[in-house]
């Protein structure tokens, strides 16, 4: 008798609810044994396989290892009821339960909706996606036929995290909105490791303020500058650029413990400095407008592409003794100036209005006036 029950004991009797890998041995006309390591072959009753697609009644061809789901451990014949469909289920339970212990994305896909959400396969489960929570990518709009905008959904394989199991009430809630919260989050973090001050990225507008563009390059959102927008002068970002755009950007500044990025669009433009030789000559005349007065003088920006300001020396301003510029000038006024001195080293342009009518730059001044006669010319013809 001893002997005998500890063979029994040692066949690890199988119990209703467990879980069990087992090898099928036998297909019979409607049913077939499985192995399990009981004192007897389990059956998974016919009724059950009726209901198997193609890929998993080949799952249960003969010699493969599968997993069961004990129905019943002795029935009124004294066999094995086994469930191979209750077992993937309750591995599917399992998976979900340990994606939303664990927060990991889960990839499915929707196989359905309803008024209210999207249906997700997790495995055999179908977990409930509510619109509320679809990526903020999908432009949801419930005004808008929203029965139409879920079925275009059916089909795609999703991102998603497990937000609540509840298995006695066969709930499960997935959320695409935090997965891409999540993604976003590594995204972040993956480009705060590779980004280098020096690069070039490209990326898109996505807020404006008064002090300047905010641009997403692929997961952070880095700041360019009002001063770093242009080499002309911005008084306000909204006049050069609009949310959406998209721009190409260099990197100035990666400050990864504040987690914070500088960006600009100016050192992509040619810089007017480097050239500005080329643009301007001494006893040149052109055209400017007073920005702003100092003790020492007045500045005035040049009216043409690149909008570079000069200064005014408080000597250039009149023949006449002048105790401070506001007695000549003022802010916003438009001048004619003559060029008197180009620095691209120390970028300075010197300015005056005092020579505008000095007979020593005469001949230039003729030159100037022929050359600008003869182009009005070609224009006109």
Do not use: C
């Not at 290892?65 to 004990?70: G, L, P, S, T």
């Not at 990025?261 to 040149?284: C, F, H, M, N």
């Not at 000038?329 to 005092?354: C, M």
Request: proline letters at 3%; aromatic letters at 6%; zero cysteines.
């Amino acid at each position: 008798m001893e002997f005998l029950l500890s063979d029994e004991l040692s066949l690890d009797l199988p119990r209703a609810g467990d879980i069990r890998r087992g090898e099928v041995i036998e297909h019979l006309r409607n049913a077939i044994l499985v192995d399990i390591g009981a004192k007897s072959e389990g059956i998974i009753a016919g009724s059950e396989l009726d209901a198997l697609s193609p890929e998993e009644r080949d799952e249960l061809a003969i010699g493969n290892e599968v997993a069961v789901y004990v129905v019943d451990p002795e029935d009124e014949d004294g066999n094995i009821v086994l469930s191979y469909t209750r077992a993937a289920e309750e591995e599917d339970w399992r998976l979900a339960q340990e994606l939303a212990d664990t927060s990991d994305v889960y990839q499915g896909k929707v196989v359905g909706y309803n008024k209210g959400g999207l249906l997700v396969a997790v495995g055999r489960l179908r977990g409930f996606m509510p619109i509320s929570q679809l990526g903020p990518s999908r432009n949801f709009n419930r005004e808008n036929a929203p029965a139409m905008q879920l079925q275009r959904i059916v089909g795609e394989t999703i991102s998603a995290k497990v937000m609540e199991v509840d298995r006695s009430r066969n709930r499960l809630i997935l959320s695409e909105r935090a997965a891409t919260r999540e993604k976003r989050a590594a995204q972040r973090e993956r480009l705060f490791d590779e980004l280098e001050t020096g690069e070039v990225r490209s990326g898109r507008v996505v807020n404006l303020t008064d002090f300047g563009a905010f641009v997403d390059i692929g997961g952070i959102e880095g700041l360019v500058h009002i001063s770093e927008i242009s080499w002309k002068r911005v008084n306000d970002p909204r006049t050069v650029l609009a949310i959406g755009d998209e721009v190409d950007v260099y990197v100035l500044d990666v400050d990864r413990d504040r987690q914070r990025v500088a960006l600009s669009l100016k050192r992509l433009q040619t810089d007017p400095w480097t050239i500005v030789d080329e643009l301007y000559s001494e006893g040149q005349l052109l055209e400017a407008t007073v920005t702003k007065l100092a003790q020492f003088g007045a500045f005035a920006r040049i009216q043409d592409d690149y909008e570079l300001e000069g200064l005014i020396h408080i000597s250039e301003l009149s023949d006449d003794h002048v105790t401070h510029p506001r007695e000549v000038v003022r802010p916003g006024q438009p001048l004619t100036l003559r060029v008197i001195r180009v620095d691209s080293e120390q970028r300075q342009i010197g300015l005056s209005l005092k020579q505008v009518a000095s007979s020593r730059y005469m001949e230039q001044d003729l030159a100037q006036a022929h050359e600008a006669a003869g182009m009005y010319d070609d224009e006109e013809e």
